[in-house]
């Protein structure tokens, strides 16, 4: 079972390139969240999605833009990357609202130089 | 925002101890989480808990919801190697739909 795969594991930009992260989850499930993880700040939910089709922001969207157009996948954009953006960015799926356990991908690290 | 106190933040204890660690809230909470993460992995569900007051174990580690609703705790017993990772706790409130709120992290080693 592949359960939520990111990719790419690893990137390198320089100020002012854009780049896509990719998740892909293959549990079916409605909900899927993507996060960043920098040192002693825990997660923080950048956007997330409740359903094919529809977004929403999280706490620290500024900079970042997300597309769910297909149940299977959510895209994470950097359309003019930054050196704040250094971080580690965590995809996660979820079944449903009620009992919200979320599956989380391996991470994407992300170097902006 | 949400406000979720994770601590301690780190701990340094040998083989054997006994490990606690404990999360609280500006709010109440439905849903308590406790992942673990270990070095260039995401965080893995190690307890789930619904219920204020309920008290759950998963082998050597066992976790309570508070009876106030705005906290929560970890334990872990006779602590070994593989132990080692950042614990977090995540919360769900009511109103915050799908959403969890995490803590910072307890960032556990265990010395052999």
């Known amino acids: 079972n592949a359960g939520v795969t990111q990719t790419p594991k690893f990137r390198v930009l320089k100020t002012g390139q854009s780049m896509t992260l990719l998740c892909a989850q293959d549990m079916n499930h409605e909900y899927m969240y993507w996060y960043r993880q920098d040192p002693g700040m825990g997660l923080r939910l950048i956007h997330y999605?409740?359903?094919?089709?529809?977004?929403a922001k999280g706490e620290v969207p500024d900079g970042y833009n997300v597309s769910r157009l297909k149940k299977q996948n959510f895209l994470l954009g950097l359309e003019s990357a930054a050196p704040s953006q250094t971080s580690v960015y965590f995809c996660a799926s979820s079944y449903s609202e009620g009992k919200n356990i979320q599956y989380f991908g391996a991470g994407t690290r992300l170097s902006v130089l | 925002g949400q406000q979720l106190n994770q601590s301690p933040q780190s701990m340094f204890i040998q083989e054997g101890e006994d490990v606690s660690m404990n999360c609280t809230s500006s709010s109440i909470f439905n849903t308590w989480l406790w992942y673990k993460q270990e070095p260039g992995e995401g965080p893995v569900l190690l307890i789930a808990?619904?219920?204020?007051?309920e008290l759950t174990s998963n082998g050597r580690l066992t976790a309570q919801f508070g009876i106030t609703r705005k906290d929560s705790f970890l334990n872990i017993s006779a602590s070994i190697p593989s132990d080692v990772g950042i614990y977090f706790c995540a919360g769900q409130e009511e109103t915050s739909g799908s959403r969890l709120t995490f803590g910072e992290g307890t960032q556990l080693t265990v010395n052999p």
């Open positions: 999605s409740v359903g094919e089709g529809t977004t």
């Open positions: 808990l619904y219920k204020a007051g």
